[in-house]
């Protein structure tokens, strides 16, 4: 699915996308069919063909609302090819983000927040998952394509997305999906069911031909079975044909089924039409300018970092956390070595480096467990710096989100508020522990902190773009910690 929606960019992949169109309207993909291929080159990808992962319900940022997570997507990925005035267009976003909210039947919850950590389950995983669909289509792609978007979600939830699924269908999107398991409710919607066992295609035709194409090929099928569960059955091998003790390999079924009536109907169908062509696709075959896509870039840099900011003040917990995080540590600290800068017993100490301060040692051993101290706070907000990334690989693979953007979106939001922290935990620790008067110590002190947070910082987010797993980078980061100041 990452592969044809064009978002898994990791080398090259040579290949084409066909794409047929029976007399009835209903639309499938058959990767096996010489016909009605349709060609991606030279069109924008968040234009034409929209991809919605398996970790959809992860692509979020919390403290924004579904309203406003939706309408920053409109903002980043609705381009301006009419020439239409700055309100002009701003009302035009607005209405589609209004339109797309209705058919994903998000209007009831538009002004819910998003959590830090949302559950993945129940109705709440299925809005998330809706979000992510939303966002995806704001600019109305032709093409969606979707990867077990119900995967762990129970059969109301599930049928739910099928059902809106359905009606993006009837809107004229061409919607391909694959699904680990199908329920009851759900087959009436699908016009094209398409079976992979093992890499082959082993049946792919309508839901009302299952019964008649499988009981043909000596399969039990009773009147009232389940055709998710017994397809279920059959792709991994559950489910033998009557009177045979193995299960028969997947690539004879699919051979199987290509010498059957049902493939030389579909295939007479998918041969017999015009190649499927879209206004979407038609529209912007020929590509857009070099300076369309700089300018285009260039606001959306701005963009993101106008949301980074927004989001930042709202992450109310995170915030919090550091707040209380940096006078609570500095509390701490000053309490146990309270007035230990004014001492005089530390002749016998050795003098590590030049310090601004009559007791160097002493001070020495108080500026490294501080700058310590300030370094381990960055991981505070770990899985903050691991949600926002997983946003961005998914706007970037996209086309809408550049790593520049991101970058200085990233920077310009945490240095400013890491510098914040460590001005109050440096303030507190400093009279606390009376490390001498004067403007000139209080500052070098407050510099000297402040770089050491802007380092623990930039060695966080340096750790989450290399690290997957957001434990590592805190277990690791904090042993690291730990041992230093040991």
Not at 107 to 115: F, P, S
Not at 136 to 154: H, Q, W
Request: hydrophobic share 45%.
């Amino acid at each position: 699915m990452e592969l044809i929606s064009n978002r898994r960019r990791y080398g090259e992949f040579d290949g084409e996308v066909l794409i047929s169109q029976s007399a009835s309207g209903s639309k499938s993909m058959d990767r096996n069919s010489s016909n009605s291929k349709c060609e991606f080159t030279g069109i924008t990808t968040s234009e034409s063909v929209a991809f919605v992962p398996r970790d959809a319900v992860s692509l979020y940022l919390p403290g924004l609302t579904y309203y406003e997570t939706l309408s920053y997507a409109a903002r980043l990925r609705m381009r301006n090819p009419e020439g239409l005035s700055s309100s002009a267009m701003q009302e035009f976003r607005a209405k589609r983000v209004a339109d797309i909210l209705n058919i994903m039947e998000l209007t009831w919850c538009q002004d819910r927040v998003i959590a830090e950590r949302p559950t993945a389950r129940g109705s709440l995983g299925g809005e998330l998952r809706k979000m992510a669909m939303a966002v995806e289509i704001i600019s109305l792609p032709s093409v969606i394509i979707l990867a077990d978007i119900t995967e762990g979600l129970d059969a109301t939830v599930s049928s739910d997305i099928v059902r809106t699924l359905a009606t993006l269908a009837a809107r004229g999107h061409t919607v391909v999906s694959s699904f680990a398991k199908i329920y009851p409710e759900e087959v009436k919607s699908f016009h094209n069911i398409t079976l992979i066992s093992r890499g082959y295609s082993i049946y792919s035709s309508s839901p009302n031909n299952v019964s008649k194409y499988f009981t043909d090929i000596n399969f039990e099928c009773s009147p009232d079975f389940d055709v998710g569960e017994f397809l279920l059955d059959v792709g991994n091998g559950t489910e033998r044909p009557v009177g045979e003790r193995r299960a028969p390999e997947a690539n004879a079924l699919q051979a199987q089924f290509e010498e059957s009536d049902f493939y030389e109907q579909y295939h007479a169908q998918s041969s017999g039409g015009d190649n499927y062509s879209s206004p979407v696709l038609h529209k912007y075959q020929g590509g857009f300018s070099t300076s369309s896509e700089f300018l285009f870039g260039l606001k959306n840099g701005f963009i993101v970092m106008e949301r980074a900011w927004y989001c930042k003040f709202k992450e109310v917990e995170v915030l919090k956390k550091s707040f209380f995080a940096s006078v609570g540590l500095a509390l701490f600290f000053g309490y146990f070595a309270f007035q230990l800068g004014n001492a005089d017993e530390y002749e016998y100490l050795l003098a590590l480096i030049p310090f601004p301060y009559s007791a160097t040692s002493t001070t020495t051993s108080i500026m490294y467990i501080s700058t310590a101290v300030q370094i381990g706070m960055q991981v505070l907000n770990v899985h903050i710096f691991y949600q926002k990334q997983k946003v961005f690989h998914f706007e970037r693979a996209a086309g809408v989100v550049a790593l520049p953007s991101f970058v200085c979106a990233s920077l310009l939001t945490e240095i400013p508020l890491a510098g914040l922290f460590s001005l109050i935990f440096a303030t507190i620790v400093y009279f606390m522990l009376g490390l001498g008067v004067g403007m000139y110590n209080y500052l070098w002190w407050v510099a000297l902190l402040q770089v050491t947070a802007f380092i623990g910082l930039m060695t966080v987010l340096m750790f989450t773009s290399v690290m997957k797993h957001e434990l590592a980078v805190r277990d690791s980061f904090l042993y690291c910690l730990v041992t230093m100041i040991w």
